[in-house]
């Protein structure tokens, strides 16, 4: 298993894994090693197989993430999540199929989506139209893809199994940047896609709401409800890390432009000092968080060859190529495409 500090033993975020159990059996499909990915991720084949044992959210990240690499395919979490049986999920699915209509539907989700992964919380704001936010907690968000688009194509299929309607989503909002390889994703949601974003979320045209559920039934639905309860009951809250919350807003806020430590502490509520003081009681510093998100990401966009250095530095909040290109050196001792070149120097 991976190394766990003190400090964050009492604030890791578990998942069931069924994500990761897919990925392992599309893994053994192509004949990738996914024994050692396994290992590198901090998973072990005996927690995969054994279906009761929640899994560490991030881990899940890792492993999918190096699973997709093996495979060569960059939308490996969108093409998990288009060729499952809904069913496979459990409680939370149930919970969701007995209930009388989409949006009934849609709050058992919202309340009980934990059950699934703790990492990643649902929220709906209903007004003309309707928006399904997802919103990492306690799990640095700029450190996946696969798993959030996994989520997102899961929904709308999940949505339009219940419902027996094709339906459309309005706009579909992603944080990460993705340059190529959409045209997969919008033939699922016949809608606009917009990355890059500071949130993700999927919009749902008006009234979609009161789509009634051919699956509905009060009885079954009053006993799943009872079950999401008591295991919610059994599961202890616990409050995410600052550094992931800080870590989160700065991946948002630098696309557009220079990040400052009163930007972030603003959308954090609490003051610049605070925040700084808060930080450093933890043993961080707001400087050393974002240095290091901009590098993890730097060699994240770097491995898609469709990001020129140019739109690498303005995802990063850089002004121009050449001050990314003297951090990059500052980080890695080359320039970022000599990195991009040689893939094995890349982190």
């Known amino acids: 298993m991976s190394k766990v500090t003190t400090k964050e033993i ?30 590198q991720s901090g998973l072990s084949v005996g ?17 999918v993430e190096l699973v997709a690499n093996a495979a060569g395919d960059s939308l490996f979490g969108f093409h998990l999540a288009c060729t499952y049986d809904p069913r496979e999920i459990g409680l939370l699915f149930y919970v969701a199929a007995s209930a009388e209509t989409l949006w009934e539907s849609l709050l058992r989700i919202e309340r009980y989506s934990t059950v699934l992964n703790e990492g990643v919380k649902l929220t ?3 007004g003309k139209s309707f928006r399904v936010r997802l919103q990492y907690s306690g799990v640095r968000r700029h450190t996946d893809t696969h798993q959030i688009e996994f989520w997102i ?17 309005l706009q579909v909002r992603l944080v990460h940047a993705r340059s190529g390889e959409r045209r997969e994703i919008a033939e699922l949601i016949s809608g606009n896609i917009e990355t890059g974003t500071g949130v993700d979320e999927i919009c749902f045209p008006p009234k979609s709401w009161e789509l009634p559920i051919v699956t509905a039934d009060r009885y079954l639905n009053r006993l799943c409800v009872k079950f999401c309860e008591e295991t919610l009951a059994r599961r202890e809250t616990k409050a995410s890390p600052l550094k992931v919350k800080v870590e989160n807003s700065i991946a948002a806020l630098l696309p557009h432009g220079k990040v400052r430590i009163d930007m972030v502490a603003a959308k954090l509520g609490m003051s610049s000092k605070t925040l700084a003081r808060r930080l450093s009681s933890e043993g961080y510093s707001f400087a050393e968080i974002l240095s290091n998100l901009r590098s993890a990401l730097a060699h994240r966009y770097l491995a898609d060859p469709t990001f020129p250095i140019s739109k690498i530095a303005w995802l990063l909040g850089y002004a121009e190529s050449a001050a990314f290109t003297r951090a990059f050196r500052r980080w890695t001792g080359i320039a970022p495409r000599a990195a991009r070149a040689n893939r094995q120097q890349l982190v």
């Open 10 to 39: 009492n604030t890791l975020r578990t998942c069931a894994g069924f994500l990761s159990r897919l990925a392992y059996k599309r893994g053994r499909q192509k004949r990738i090693d996914v024994e050692t990915l396994l290992k």
């Open 153 to 169: 194509a899961s929904l709308i299929r999940i949505f339009r199994h219940l419902t027996h309607r094709d339906l459309k989503p």
């Open 124 to 126: 709906l704001k209903k």
């Open 47 to 63: 927690v995969i197989k054994d279906e009761s044992i929640q899994l560490d959210v991030q881990n899940q990240i890792k492993f």
